[in-house]
């Protein structure tokens, strides 16, 4: 008697089958045009039925967002790791090994290197360039701000400089480790910002248990 698959066991397929069709249309971007390549293509590659295909996507544009969200939603956890768990936090209180953006790109890395030895992602640039500023803009507070220092400015200038190392990381070819960047950047971080405390806006809970407590005491 045929024994039916547990849930758990159909997501695991799922899951195993979407990953190779990723896969495989990163490998044949990176070999070809993407107007080129045909769903044939993909679905050899990834070794699954062109049925399988259509389980889960129409268009070879659909497979392709798919693998920008997963990016996109990866890159933000990755950004937020060092801070995530914390409501305040200095810049000299964080360790190199808690910065997981280059084991972010390197797990997505034939991803990055299409997207910076090549021009078939280059509007996801800008979307990677807005979404690391804004994560700046919206995630933390300066505890202690410079009023001379423009806050979007400096967003700017931060996602450019992370943008940079990942730009050179890749065009290296992955000269460094992703903990060796990670380390590189917390130097280049201190150089010249040592002083600076922020506070963590992704834990309401918190400040508001602070509010309670202080207005409780008074």
Not at 32 to 46: G, H, M, N, R, Y
Not at 57 to 63: Q, T
Not at 97 to 122: E, P, Q, R
Request: proline share 3%.
């Amino acid at each position: 008697m045929h024994k039916s698959l547990s849930i758990p066991d159909m997501d695991r397929r799922v899951h195993r089958s979407k990953q190779a069709l990723k896969a495989s249309l990163l490998e044949w971007m990176s070999r070809k045009p993407f107007e080129s390549i045909t769903i044939t293509d993909i679905v050899k590659l990834a070794d699954v039925n062109r049925s399988t295909f259509y389980k889960h996507y129409v268009y070879r544009e659909d497979l392709l967002n798919e693998i920008l969200k997963d990016v996109m939603a990866d890159l933000i956890f990755a950004y937020r790791a060092p801070y995530q768990h914390y409501r305040d936090f200095g810049i000299m209180d964080l360790s190199a090994s808690a910065i997981k953006i280059f084991d972010h790109v390197l797990g997505h890395a034939t991803f990055y290197a299409l997207l910076v030895n090549t021009n078939m992602l280059s509007g996801f640039r800008d979307t990677l360039y807005e979404t690391l500023k804004n994560l700046y803009l919206e995630d933390v507070t300066d505890m202690s701000p410079d009023p001379r220092v423009n806050k979007e400015l400096l967003a700017c200038y931060q996602a450019n400089a992370v943008l940079g190392l990942i730009t050179g990381w890749v065009q290296s070819n992955f000269k460094y480790s992703a903990s060796y960047m990670a380390e590189q950047l917390l130097e280049f971080t201190r150089m010249n910002r040592s002083h600076e405390v922020y506070r963590s806006n992704l834990n309401p809970s918190l400040n508001e248990m602070e509010r309670g407590t202080v207005s409780h005491d008074n």
